[in-house]
């Protein structure tokens, strides 16, 4: 009967830990704040995440803001 009820808690714990790692990650999906919370659990199940998160955060930082349509500034001919 011990055995029972300790392979129960056992999977209970499990499921719980699941349970709560998907309500934690559809609630960052939700808010736009997946990266940062979720993160180091994606890591673990898919590494090559890790890279991809590297690379898209080193182009956020490299990519210049283009001028808005609005900005009549430098062009010739306009004033």
């Known amino acids: 009967m011990f055995d029972v ?4 808690m056992v999977v ?3 499921a719980a ?4 790692l998907g309500w934690l990650g559809s609630r960052a999906r939700r808010r736009g704040v997946g990266g940062e919370v979720m993160g180091p659990f994606e890591e673990m ?3 090559a995440a890790h890279r991809y ?7 956020e930082q490299h990519v210049a803001p283009r001028p808005s349509a609005d900005d009549d500034e430098g062009q010739p001919g306009r004033q």
């Open 5 to 8: 009820l300790l392979f129960l």
């Open 17 to 20: 830990i699941a349970g709560g």
């Open 45 to 47: 199940w898919h590494p």
């Open 12 to 14: 209970g714990c499990v």
């Open 53 to 59: 998160r590297a690379e898209v955060r080193q182009h």
